[in-house]
């Protein structure tokens, strides 16, 4: 088939998912972004591109992107990427554009790493998270955009990241490394029926950003690739994760707004964040908060979650330093399976930029709903540790049933700091949440 008959093929199928999701009934994120329709369409193959898996592709690629950008059709343009193994260097996107992948086409990273674009650091970071200075800029980036699509017919985007894992265990990063994908003061945002694999660093980073639908992707990384987070909203609003896979390093969606005093005088938030049926492993966290969150975190949903081979099921985290208010965080219906720590709440995780963190900027906890969660073969139930000059408040559990081995009782839980309530819990919480006088915080929904 040519590409004029392809591409009349994707206005099809992306008129069926969204015909099929609505007949469905399901609640899904399709009112946050809608999915625009582009009647200008272009190949990476009209402007060069050879998808042989040896060939280097940035030349199409930022070709391609600058006719997108400069020509402006009237409803934006989808870039299509037919069947084939596309290398290339690190590329910007720009607004009102479609990245779309064909079944079986890859747009692979080029594994020459002493070309990749250095960028500044995120102004709420104060330097790279990994190294002082800068950082690698994302394989994909966005900055400043609007109106950008990246789909497809589960082509995949792969970040060939061994070279920078071995950087980072034989200590020669000189930077921060890149992103997978990472949209900046961006808005307007879908991602979706792509998959991603063998990320750099993390894998889908959305920072200072709003309106954002990550939905019907699959993240994979070896568990044991370093700070391959699956997909990290950052200093963000309105964003909508559903419908998932993620198999990685470390946590699968961890929610973020910025470090110690740097968070702070920046003092932009993560608010209004949805996560729904998302399943996956990882040596780390399944569902976090944190532990970066000197910006705040607040109005946060994560349900219907199924986790297996997991360090942590449910992780909020946070230090001093950090500064920011966590609070009206509401994790329900997950069931886990083979985990080390089903649930942890706790204020003495994560390292700090420097030396000038304010060790009086405490961050502030409450309002912490988790209900409805059922796990079998978890090692130890929970853990919830405060800080003794903030402690956390109004923290309910409900309805959560952790099972150890067959055979065998796992750890209790451990409380410190911390106050609210519980019911129906097993096995039995620490008395700081079980008294008759705080029960009654279980029954009061935000």
Not at 353 to 364: K, S
Request: contains cysteine; charged residues 15%; proline residues 5%.
């Amino acid at each position: 088939m040519n590409n004029r008959g392809m591409l009349t093929l994707i206005t099809v199928a992306i008129v069926f998912l969204q015909c099929y999701c609505a007949a469905a009934g399901v609640v899904t994120c399709s009112g946050i972004v809608p999915m625009a329709y582009r009647s200008d369409k272009i190949s990476i193959t009209d402007f060069g591109g050879v998808g042989d898996g040896r060939t280097l592709n940035t030349k199409a690629f930022r070709e391609a992107i600058y006719r997108i950008q400069h020509l402006r059709r009237r409803g934006g343009t989808l870039l299509y990427i037919p069947p084939g193994e596309y290398v290339t260097e690190a590329f910007n996107l720009t607004s009102r554009m479609t990245l779309y992948l064909a079944r079986g086409a890859v747009i692979k990273a080029t594994q020459v790493t002493s070309n990749w674009p250095l960028i500044d650091p995120l102004p709420s970071y104060g330097r790279g998270r990994e190294r002082p200075g800068g950082r690698y800029m994302s394989f994909i980036h966005g900055d400043g955009l609007h109106d950008v699509i990246i789909t497809g017919e589960n082509g995949t985007i792969d970040g060939q990241g061994d070279v920078w894992w071995n950087m980072w265990r034989q200590r020669t990063l000189q930077y921060t490394r890149p992103n997978l994908v990472e949209f900046k003061d961006s808005r307007g945002i879908i991602i979706s029926n792509v998959i991603f694999k063998n990320s750099p660093f993390w894998n889908i980073h959305p920072v200072y950003c709003s309106n954002v639908v990550i939905r019907y992707v699959t993240i994979l990384a070896p568990q044991d690739s370093p700070n391959t987070d699956g997909i990290d909203p950052d200093s963000s609003s309105h964003v909508c994760i559903e419908d998932s896979y993620i198999s990685t390093g470390d946590d699968l969606v961890a929610v973020k707004s910025g470090w110690d005093q740097y968070g702070i005088a920046y003092g932009r938030p993560s608010n209004d964040i949805t996560i729904r049926r998302v399943t996956g492993s990882s040596p780390f966290a399944g569902i976090a908060v944190g532990s970066e969150t000197s910006g705040g975190v607040t109005n946060v949903v994560a349900e219907h979650i199924t986790l297996f081979n997991t360090g942590i099921g449910i992780h909020l985290k946070t230090n001093i330093g950090r500064g920011g208010i966590i609070r009206n965080i509401t994790v329900s219906n997950v069931y886990m399976e083979n985990v080390r720590k089903g649930i942890k709440i706790a204020g003495d995780v994560g390292d700090h930029p420097d030396e000038n963190y304010n060790p009086n900027a405490l961050p502030v906890m409450k309002h912490i709903r988790i209900k409805n969660v059922w796990g079998v073969k978890v090692q130890q139930a929970g853990l919830i540790k405060g800080l003794k000059g903030s402690p956390f408040t109004d923290i309910c559990l409900a309805n959560i049933h952790l099972s150890g081995s067959t055979g065998s009782r796992n750890g209790p839980w451990t409380c410190s700091d911390v106050s609210g309530g519980a019911v129906q819990v097993s096995p039995s919480p620490c008395s700081e949440l079980i008294s008759g006088s705080q029960t009654s915080v279980c029954s009061i929904p935000f």
